[in-house]
């Protein structure tokens, strides 16, 4: 954040800005992974009350969730998963990795974030060649991984486990993955899951939903009164780091144009 910003710690060379050579400290404009981690440092710094509920029910549209104390929250990014089961699979699927994993325990809950900068959803996996009927575009393998690990899955368990509350969440500089859209129909997303048969059901819907930077940094801004002093400070920061990537975004022609709203301290 202070090379990006302040140009501390030495200045990115011109490659790297454009992303024709990788900086060994993946400081490059266009990584998502730098604003992954920056993102969720500084979220996992503020009490969560004053920022999850919020941002989850603004991006699946529905109040799932309330403004309370979590019970053992803990955010993990960069999470490889095994690879999804062949039978319920009918092409070869290797592991997958999910951006940030945020869970709590009251209710038992998991959710998956999907961070996007510069580059659109996947469209296909490797090992899926188009011949089967059924799509294996990055955001409903996130969906099918998400659901068999919180339970949802029928297993050859002789009782059955109550399954934990899952969601899927992009994030991005603007809004409106068409793919969102699509999965957040039920009837669309049995559609797309083989073997569809062995869920015992699906979590309350909607379960995937989007945000933007715009939609934190409301957010934040609206919850800072509550907020310590110390808190205080690390969202005054996050918010200058997201303003800053959505001007940037904004001035690049290959990405929608989307202002940001001028929001006073």
Not at 195 to 224: C, K, M, T, W
Request: hydrophobic share 35%; aromatic share 8%.
């Amino acid at each position: 954040m202070l090379t990006e910003m302040l140009g501390k710690g030495g200045q990115v060379c011109q490659q790297a800005r454009e992303g024709r050579i990788r900086c060994p400290l993946i400081i490059r404009p266009s990584s998502e992974d730098v604003i992954t981690g920056q993102l969720f440092q500084s979220l996992g710094a503020i009490a969560y009350r004053w920022w999850l509920p919020e941002c989850l029910n603004l991006a699946l549209g529905a109040s799932h969730f309330r403004q309370q104390v979590y019970r053992n929250p803990r955010i993990v990014l960069w999470k490889n998963r095994s690879a999804f089961p062949r039978e319920l699979l009918p092409w070869n699927e290797g592991s997958t990795q999910v951006d940030v994993t945020i869970t709590c325990e009251n209710p038992p809950t998991t959710i998956f974030i999907e961070m996007k900068y510069g580059a659109d959803l996947t469209p296909r996996t490797s090992g899926d060649d188009g011949s089967h009927g059924y799509p294996s575009d990055q955001l409903i393998r996130n969906v099918r991984v998400g659901l068999l690990e919180c339970g949802w899955f029928c297993g050859n368990e002789m009782f059955q486990v109550r399954p934990r509350r899952f969601c899927l969440v992009v994030v991005g500089p603007t809004k409106g993955h068409q793919l969102v859209a699509t999965y957040r129909d039920r009837e669309n997303l049995i559609r797309a899951i083989p073997h569809s048969e062995r869920l015992y059901s699906l979590p309350d819907a909607p379960f995937v939903g989007e945000l933007e930077y715009r939609d934190i940094v409301l957010i934040l801004r609206r919850n800072q009164r509550w907020m310590t002093r110390p808190e205080r400070v690390v969202a005054d920061q996050l918010i200058d780091y997201l303003m800053f990537k959505a001007r940037r975004v904004s001035s690049e022609e290959s990405l929608t144009q989307k202002e940001l709203p001028v929001i006073e301290k």
